[in-house]
């Protein structure tokens, strides 16, 4: 069983910066890829990042140039490096263990999400 805490999150100014971690239990952080999802209230969850376990990252078109997402396998978090940050960046942010490189049957994981809210 792994476990993923997130922190990081607060009350930023437009154009502040934040850095999210997430850190995992268990020793097999390496071999996931990682993610981080937000969901802003009354909408659906969406992607903002993703990194493979071999480092390549993808970004969605809304985040692009602003956000960056990296990993640290030995200290087995993720980090989610925030800048420019916009008051439509407001949202709760979920960092998720994906397994789509693996196997069939290895599980995904989830956060329990950290509140970021851009507003002056």
């Known amino acids: 069983q792994v476990q993923l805490v997130e922190s990081g999150g607060g009350l930023v100014q437009p154009g502040g910066s934040l850095r999210l971690s997430c850190t995992a239990s268990?020793?097999?952080?390496?071999?996931?890829?990682m993610g981080w999802y937000r969901q802003a209230p009354g909408k659906q969850r969406e992607l903002v990042a993703t990194?493979?376990?071999?480092?390549?990252?993808n970004y969605s078109d809304s985040v692009k140039g602003r956000f960056t997402i990296s990993r640290d396998d030995y200290k087995h978090t993720a980090y989610l490096q925030m800048n420019t940050l916009k008051p439509e960046d407001t949202a709760v942010y979920y960092c998720?263990?994906?397994?789509?490189?693996?196997?069939?049957?290895?599980?995904?994981?989830w956060g329990q999400g950290t509140q970021v809210t851009v507003s002056s």
């Open positions: 990194i493979t376990s071999g480092g390549l990252t």
């Open positions: 268990g020793h097999i952080f390496s071999i996931y890829a």
């Open positions: 998720n263990a994906d397994p789509s490189e693996l196997p069939t049957g290895w599980p995904a994981y």
